[in-house]
């Protein structure tokens, strides 16, 4: 049975061997003197840097849902999954509903209920499976407060209610590290809410190939891209409602993350931030 903890969901982008995992990020400083901006595009950076900063702190006040996903992804075997899913602080509790539509077979089903059963017996291993996810979305989240410097955006404008940028790279930014050297080699666009000033949906693509390490380390195919939606379920709860990722390559950092991946998430409801796992595995089996 496919091992349902090593995955990744956050809001995102994922990098190098995946999308570049757009979440949560300590505050940016702001712009450097080596990486200025012309005067008119100095608006448009100080929105994107307004609405990283907001992610920030509403990353601060989360608060924790239960919800239905299907996915299709490597982490499915290409199968499409239904599961419920219930976050909590030690991570998200998965319980697997149907594959390619069909409920499972009893048999099936029992195995689910054994593994979420070891689940209940042994929280501290499921935190520590868990927490390689959230250093992944950590090392991610760092790169957050490289958009601001790292990427030329255009003037917004309004698509839907929306304000949609487009952004491609600096040229005058030098990265930092193999993460960034992916991430800067993106172009796309993200819709930006302008009342909330949070990030509605983020699009981007890989124009050409980006190879590190002589393609040791990785080799990130053009054509490579993700996109990621999300929806307002008042502040500061705003959640992915719709991941799609085809990346195209190889990578040794971000294992955790699919490289392909198509989910969309619905029927949320919110759950008490201090669920125990145990509670959680009795809110994911609730019919």
């Not at 909590?88 to 539509?101: S, V, W």
Request: a negative charge; glycine letters at 6%; hydrophobic letters at 40%.
């Amino acid at each position: 049975m496919l091992d349902r903890v090593g995955y990744n969901r956050t809001i995102g982008w994922a990098a190098a061997g995946t999308a570049l995992c757009f979440t949560l990020a300590a505050p940016s400083t702001g712009v450097s003197a080596a990486t200025a901006v012309p005067p008119g595009a100095a608006a448009t950076q100080q929105l994107v840097l307004t609405m990283a900063n907001n992610e920030v702190t509403a990353a601060l006040h989360k608060d924790h849902y239960a919800y239905t996903s299907k996915e299709r992804s490597d982490r499915t075997g290409g199968h499409l999954w239904t599961e419920k899913v219930v976050e909590t602080n030690a991570g998200k509790i998965r319980f697997l509903l149907a594959e390619d539509g069909q409920p499972l077979s009893p048999d099936r089903e029992a195995q689910e209920r054994g593994r979420l059963a070891a689940i209940v017996e042994d929280p501290g291993g499921f935190a520590k499976k868990s927490q390689m996810v959230k250093d992944d979305e950590a090392h991610a989240r760092q790169l957050l407060t490289l958009l601001p410097n790292a990427f030329l955006f255009s003037e917004p404008h309004d698509e839907n209610g929306y304000m949609r940028i487009d952004f491609r790279p600096n040229p005058a930014y030098q990265t930092q590290s193999m993460e960034e050297r992916v991430m800067h080699a993106m172009s796309g666009t993200m819709l930006v809410d302008p009342r909330a000033v949070r990030l509605r949906e983020i699009q981007g693509r890989l124009p050409q190939d980006v190879t590190i390490g002589f393609g040791l380390l990785a080799t990130i195919r053009a054509g490579s891209s993700f996109a990621t939606t999300r929806d307002s379920f008042g502040q500061p709860d705003w959640k992915t409602t719709m991941v799609n990722t085809d990346v195209n390559g190889k990578a040794i950092f971000f294992k955790s993350i699919a490289r392909k991946e198509h989910a969309e998430h619905a029927d949320f409801v919110r759950v008490d931030n201090n669920l125990s796992v145990a509670q959680a595995v009795a809110i994911a089996e609730q019919p």
